[in-house]
């Protein structure tokens, strides 16, 4: 599948079977994560199966079934890097999309003891991505949690701010837009505020509130999401860092 249908396609899976990720499919995970390491100077990680062919324990009032391998996504703490994190590690999650797998952002609902990483000086575990093959059938649990989450969503309209309404906005825009309301984002609660002052000025992206320093992640997967769709569209750009950042056209 193109990246398009991966962000499409993409959910945050609470669910996984306990069919093991093929050696070849693993290794290739593991190469996207150093090229991302290499690329970002962040120090991602991936941690395959234990005896039991499971890799992690997940809070099972969240998910129905551990993951056989999981990312720990480890940067330093800041909001740059923390944008960082988010902006690569939603990278490697359509990667892994792509390849057919399942995947899930976690904070907090895992069980912290039975996780393996590598921490050097500074660096923080700010999130773990479970991996792996979801089951055909959406288990119970899996639709109500998203059920809920996913009706805090806000509208598209709420997402741009410009010299006219998104409806009016060129149609790259409106898509990138779209792009943002199927990102990952922390319960949901989508912050970034994309803003243009003139038809010809550049695109922001902002953060009108930060309440818990999420946001900062939350940051890094929009604008992903936004850069990846406006090249769908023929239109290059990238992104500078930090709140306030502007999309540089190329």
């Known amino acids: 599948m193109d990246i398009i249908e991966a962000m ?27 090229a991302i390491n290499a690329e970002s100077g962040l120090h991602f990680q991936i941690y395959g199966p234990r005896e039991d062919g499971t890799a992690i324990d997940m809070n099972r009032k969240m998910f129905s079934a551990n993951p056989p391998a999981y990312a720990a996504l480890v940067a330093p ?31 907090s609902t ?3 003891s039975t996780t393996r990483v590598e921490l050097a000086e500074g660096e923080t575990l700010h ?16 639709r109500t949690i998203r059920g809920s989450i996913r009706a805090r969503s806000k509208r598209n309209e709420d997402l741009f701010q410009g010299p006219h309404p998104l409806a009016q906005a060129p149609a790259w825009i409106q898509d990138a837009i779209q792009a943002i309301q199927l990102a990952p984002s922390a ?36 604008k992903l999401h936004f850069e990846l769709s406006a090249a769908s569209n023929g239109i290059q750009g990238t992104w500078d860092w930090g709140e306030g950042g502007i999309f540089r056209i190329a």
């Open 8 to 34: 499409e396609k993409r959910i945050s899976c609470r669910a996984f079977l306990k069919d093991s990720i093929p050696d070849e499919v693993f290794r290739e995970l593991a190469n996207e994560i150093d």
């Open 77 to 107: 703490k800041g909001a740059i890097p923390e944008e960082q994190l988010g902006y690569y590690g939603e990278r490697f999650v359509l990667f892994a999309t792509q390849l057919g797998l399942a995947t899930c952002w976690v904070a």
């Open 110 to 112: 895992y069980d912290r």
């Open 127 to 142: 999130d773990v991505v479970p991996i792996g093959f979801a089951p055909q059938k959406m288990p119970l649990v899996q």
């Open 187 to 222: 319960v949901c609660e989508q912050p970034v505020v994309f803003t243009q002052d003139a038809p010809d000025a550049p695109i922001r992206a902002t953060l009108p509130h930060v309440k818990s320093g999420m946001e900062y992640t939350d940051l890094g997967i929009a």
